[in-house]
């Protein structure tokens, strides 16, 4: 599958000219010969002085041809040079199944405006890898550890030979069985020889045990974050259950910020599902009320009209979950069966889960996000602002493997910044209710009188002796400093808690905040040693 530009319209037009200048030029030879034709058509050969003038319309029709028809060195360098190379998908698969996610991956990627080529890994060269400046790779694993089949050229041929990659932004998915020893052995190799090779990754790579939905939807879910298609369904919607919305509280106001909402959430049943710190609540969220009713009334439909087929589900709750289409003509005239059958859920919108269920509910972390027209962002809109208090929320909790806390007696280092408090919020819990006191956090946010989340808490546990160091960054007080700043100021420090068995986890901003802390990590440990952690597990990030 892969896409081209269109051509421009530049050259269609100097096409255009130029046959009309030709056409024009032997008109006017036409013309300029006719007089010297002054005797009956001669049916033999031309005498000679008729081949000079043949030659004189054949030299000037050539000559038209090159000024006018020949392509423009210039131009097809510019267009050259701006061209961005098309985004490639590579797949390596032993029955089929990465190959179809490589084909669904490329559509949500062509579904946002990107230009895509999708190839098995067999076809993937040193020289392409070298001229491509972001991509995809869907790698299963086969046998005891083994690559499929085909891919074993790319491993034997490609990897020993291939060039440092520092242009290459990336992003994999590794399919495996935990049944299996080396669990996704193949993904993690590839993943690691394309560090190596100075590769950055765009998110972190995502494990999938037997082709678990839930892994396949966080990867959709980050794909279509890089991609800008927010509208695409769910490849396999969630299985969500109603929680309520017991409280919503605005933790900065004030803040240069955007607004940031502690959101707690209790299951309608009263039972609540297992889960650990570091793991992720997918929630649905629903259309704004006020557009719901708007098309309604242009439709000319009734809000509470019963969908046939459901538990007395109204069209008004149905459009309010499903994705609303940009010309509202498109539904009119359907009957309701035809418009129930056109419409596609929206898709789930992830976040951290801050609490541990010994807390007794599911507690959240929220920023209010705009989209480009001024219009909130679909889940935090949802969530911060629509969602009214007491009533339901549609929510399933996912468990996040890479993310999990490591072992109580180890030390733990802490490392994020604005909402990704959520995640390092949970952890510290979980550790103050094993009793683990050998904790550091650093964190990072804007202005120190709004922004530090569950500051109060974090004060106490200090005071406490649950949380052995705070080092903290507020970039719009004074001195413009992040935590990576802190972390690279902190570098002996952090080498001896390393020595010390310590595990590092990473929560925030994917795009600033988690390339400078990986940088500075690496300042401190050196890249080898930080690999090395990154492969032992100790060194995790739950970034977006």
Do not use: K
């Not at 694993?141 to 041929?157: I, K, N, S, V, Y």
């Not at 990590?521 to 060194?539: F, H, M, S, W």
Request: charged share 20%; hydrophobic share 45%; net charge negative.
């Amino acid at each position: 599958m892969s896409t081209a530009a269109a051509p421009g319209i530049g050259p269609i037009l100097r096409i255009w000219l130029g046959n009309a200048a030709v056409l024009v030029l032997l008109a006017v030879l036409a013309g300029a010969l006719l007089p010297l034709h002054g005797e009956p058509w001669w049916v033999a050969s031309p005498r000679p002085a008729r081949w000079w003038w043949c030659a004189v319309v054949v030299l000037a029709y050539a000559g038209a041809s090159v000024v006018f028809l020949r392509p423009r060195p210039a131009a097809q360098a510019t267009s050259a040079a701006s061209a961005e190379p098309p985004m490639l998908v590579a797949w390596a698969s032993q029955t089929g199944f990465a190959n179809a996610l490589a084909e669904r991956s490329a559509a949500a990627l062509q579904a946002g405006g990107n230009n895509v080529i999708v190839l098995p890994l067999d076809q993937v060269d040193a020289q392409r890898l070298a001229s491509t400046r972001r991509a995809l790779f869907i790698a299963s694993t086969t046998g005891e550890g083994d690559p499929p089949d085909h891919a074993l050229r790319f491993l034997r041929e490609v990897m020993p030979q291939a060039s440092a990659l520092p242009d290459l932004h990336y992003a994999l998915l590794a399919l495996g069985d935990r049944e299996y020893l080396d669990f996704c052995a193949f993904g993690r190799q590839l993943d690691e020889w394309l560090r190596s090779r100075g590769a950055q990754p765009l998110f972190d790579r995502v494990d999938v045990d037997n082709a678990d939905e839930a892994a396949l939807r966080h990867w959709q879910y980050e794909l279509i974050r890089i991609a800008g298609s927010a509208a695409l369904a769910d490849w396999s919607p969630p299985a969500y259950t109603p929680w309520r919305l017991a409280s919503r509280t605005l933790l900065n106001a004030g803040s240069q910020g955007s607004p940031v909402h502690d959101l707690w959430l209790e299951p309608a049943c009263g039972v609540l599902p297992p889960w650990q710190a570091g793991d992720i609540a997918e929630i649905g969220p629903r259309n704004r009320p006020a557009q719901v009713q708007a098309l309604l009334a242009r439709l000319g439909l009734e809000a509470d009209a019963a969908i046939p087929g459901t538990d007395g589900e109204t069209l008004a709750a149905l459009l309010a979950r499903s994705q609303l289409p940009d010309d509202p003509q498109a539904l009119a005239g359907l009957t309701l069966d035809a418009l129930v059958a056109s419409l596609q859920p929206l898709p789930h919108r992830e976040y951290s889960i801050a609490s541990i269920p010994e807390e007794g509910g599911v507690r959240l972390l929220v920023r209010a996000m705009v989209n480009a027209d001024g219009s909130p962002g679909l889940g935090s809109g949802w969530l911060c602002q629509h969602a009214p208090v007491g009533g339901t929320i549609d929510l399933r909790v996912r468990t996040n493997p890479g993310f999990h806390p490591p072992p109580v007696d180890q030390p733990l280092v802490l490392v994020g910044n604005g909402t990704g408090m959520a995640g390092l919020r949970a952890h510290l819990r979980a550790r103050v209710a094993a009793g683990a006191r050998r904790n550091w956090l650093l964190f990072g946010e804007r202005n120190a009188d709004h922004d530090l989340f569950f500051g109060e808490e974090l004060l106490r546990w200090q005071a406490q002796g649950w949380l052995q160091r705070l080092d903290l960054a507020f970039s719009r007080d004074g001195e413009r400093r992040y935590v990576q700043d802190l972390l690279q100021d902190a570098g002996q420090d952090l080498r001896d808690w390393i020595d010390a068995g310590a595990s590092v986890l990473v929560c925030g901003n994917a795009s600033g905040m988690a390339p400078g802390v990986d940088a500075a990590i690496a300042g401190a440990l050196g890249g080898q040693q930080r690999d090395a952690l990154r492969i032992e597990g100790r060194y995790r990030r739950d970034v977006y």
